[in-house]
């Protein structure tokens, strides 16, 4: 049974940093792509950033420069490091393996404040 539980969502004030991290179970962490998804509520979920198996990285234009997606594959974990956080990147936060018809994690509440 595959399981993606996100932490590390809070509020924080503008210009603040977070770091969220997503441990992964059941599948076989080092072959997957991972990504991190955001949602607001009334509009679409959105990809965030993407992190290959062979750690190639992509970002949205909204967050490139100033969010950063690592991996760790010894703990089978993926980290959104987010940095000079605006109060647009307020929505809850997805870790997601396999698109979006693939398995999502049950979200984190990320909330900046101005």
């Known amino acids: 049974q595959v399981q993606l539980v996100e932490s590390g969502g809070g509020l924080v004030q503008a210009g603040g940093s977070l770091r969220l991290s997503c441990a992964a179970s059941?599948?076989?962490?080092?072959?997957?792509?991972m990504a991190w998804f955001r949602q607001v509520p009334g509009k679409q979920r959105e990809l965030v950033a993407s992190?290959?198996?062979?750690?190639?990285?992509n970002y949205a234009d909204s967050v490139k420069g100033r969010f950063g997606i690592s991996r760790d594959n010894a703990k089978n974990t993926v980290y959104l490091q987010m940095n000079s956080l605006k109060p647009e990147d307020t929505a809850v936060y997805y870790c997601?393996?396999?698109?979006?018809?693939?398995?999502w994690g049950k979200g984190t509440l990320v909330t900046v404040s101005s």
């Open positions: 992190i290959s198996s062979s750690s190639s990285t």
């Open positions: 059941g599948i076989i962490f080092r072959l997957n792509a």
């Open positions: 997601n393996t396999g698109g979006y018809g693939g398995y």
